[in-house]
């Protein structure tokens, strides 16, 4: 196995997608933290069109769904995680009012000022947080809601080390001030930042991959490109505990002017 680290970004999205479509979540969160950033949003009726883009398998959607009484469409970009999506919403009986569709965040289905809410957990990263927050303003309704967790920095200055890898895997990784700034420019008012908690990388995130790595790697045995990813999330979980004081997730959510 090679020291150098690849970019997650050069893997196989095939790949990337198996790995993750065992876990209940793809990226790091919970229940209590989709609930506290909906607590910030006080627009919402039965009528209410919510979005939930980049939604992987559902985890957080649920959430939402439990906890609001709109209407739900969740987007991505992965089958497999769209597939066992709305499995899940069956599961939960709640097909009728909230709907898995395969879609790219570039390129949305959406009307000009249709929805009432954009959610994104750790998502927007994919076409960036600027654009993101820029190209999907026009969905919304005037004083509709963006909640969006996002990679940032939590002080000015890091190490060397950590600086590079974020620099390698996420450019528009930024401070959460930078981050306020944006959103301003990009029309909408900041309601509200806030710092998600080390549980939420450490217990949801890289501990759930831990027995998912071996149940992965003996799906792939002899895989080399397998055996390369699994290092690499390793190595990504390493640096988190080493850093994490520098950097996690931040809740922005900003009302549309
Ligand atoms: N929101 C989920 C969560 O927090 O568990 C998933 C987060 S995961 C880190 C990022 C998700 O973005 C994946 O489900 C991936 O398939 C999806 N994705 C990547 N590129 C996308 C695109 N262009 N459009 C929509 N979804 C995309």
């Known amino acids: ?17 198996e790995y993750f479509s065992t876990m209940e979540r793809q ?14 949003i006080d627009n919402l009726t039965n009528e209410s069109k919510i979005v939930d883009i980049g939604c992987g398998t559902g985890g957080q959607t649920m ?12 987007i991505d970009l992965s089958s497999i995680f769209i597939d066992i999506f709305n499995i899940n919403t069956q599961k939960l009986n709640l097909q009728d009012r909230v709907n898995g569709i395969l879609g790219s965040m570039d390129n949305l289905p959406f009307q000009n000022e249709e929805l009432d809410l954009i959610w994104s957990e750790g998502s927007i990263y994919n076409i960036g947080f600027e654009r993101g927050i820029n190209e999907w303003h ?7 809601f963006v909640a969006i967790s996002e ?10 080390e950590i600086d590079e890898f974020w620099n390698r895997e996420y450019p528009e990784i930024d401070t959460i001030s930078n981050k306020v700034t944006q959103m301003e420019k990009a029309g909408y008012i900041p ?3 806030f710092v998600l908690p080390e549980y939420c990388w450490t217990e949801n995130f890289y501990a759930p991959q831990v027995s998912a790595q071996e149940k992965f790697l003996q799906k792939n045995v002899g895989n080399k490109t397998a055996e390369e990813f699994v290092e690499n999330q390793r190595h990504e979980a390493k640096l988190y505990k080493k850093y994490k004081e520098f950097y996690g997730y931040v809740f922005y959510i900003g009302k549309k002017i």
Do not use: C
Request: glycine share 6%; proline share 5%.
């Open 1 to 17: 196995m090679s020291n150098e680290y690849k970019s997650i970004h050069e893997f196989d999205l095939r790949l990337i997608y």
């Open 27 to 40: 990226g790091p969160g919970s229940p209590e933290i989709t609930i506290k950033a909906l607590s910030f």
């Open 63 to 74: 959430v939402i769904a439990n906890n609001t009484s709109g209407n739900i469409t969740a």
């Open 138 to 144: 026009k969905f919304l309704k005037k004083g509709a």
């Open 151 to 160: 990679a940032s920095w939590f002080t000015q200055e890091r190490p060397v």
């Open 191 to 193: 309601i509200a930042t």
